[in-house]
């Protein structure tokens, strides 16, 4: 099992990984979005970073994330965007590996905390966060702005 940063040519073996993600949480994937999203991934001056899973050449697990400024301590923490495990895969410890290697990354990048948000209904996910790290106390909140 090899936990690396996303590369140029992983793109198709991505967005298999990537389409399933956005299906599991009822997203419509637009041809354009997906060109943002792997233009950010490719992009060093881009905050989105990506990582990849892989065993015996085969995608199995991604994960996407970023610095995110937190104004009131005046320094960036981390965000963890999007998660995913192929279903095939889990319960092997694959999403524990992306998220230390996040971790490793903000330690290195001087992060208090990463942070990042699951459906209250994602137990199976949560069962691993709560090992993990910790729930906070906090809500989320969405406001349209279409």
């Known amino acids: 099992m090899e936990i690396r940063t996303l590369e140029k040519l992983d793109f198709r073996m991505w967005l298999k990984l990537y389409e ?5 949480y009822e997203v419509k994937l637009t041809p354009e979005g997906v060109k943002t999203t792997w233009g950010w991934l ?28 937190s104004p009131l301590r005046g ?7 999007d998660i995913v495990v192929k279903p095939t895969k889990r319960n092997m410890g ?7 290697a996040v971790k490793v990354h903000g330690i290195n990048s001087n ?23 910790e729930k906070s106390d906090w809500n989320v909140y969405e406001l349209k702005c279409v």
Not at 20 to 24: D, L, Q
Not at 94 to 100: G, R, T, V
């Open 20 to 24: 399933f993600y956005a299906e599991h």
């Open 42 to 69: 490719m992009d060093d001056a881009h905050p989105t970073i990506g990582f990849i899973a892989v065993d015996k050449g085969e995608f199995v697990g991604l994960v996407h994330f970023r610095a995110m400024p």
């Open 75 to 81: 320094e960036n923490l981390g965000f963890i965007d």
């Open 94 to 100: 694959i999403a524990k590996k992306l998220i230390n």
């Open 111 to 133: 992060w208090k905390l990463v942070r990042w948000i699951t459906r209250d209904n994602n137990y199976q996910a949560r069962a691993t966060y709560d090992k993990l790290s």
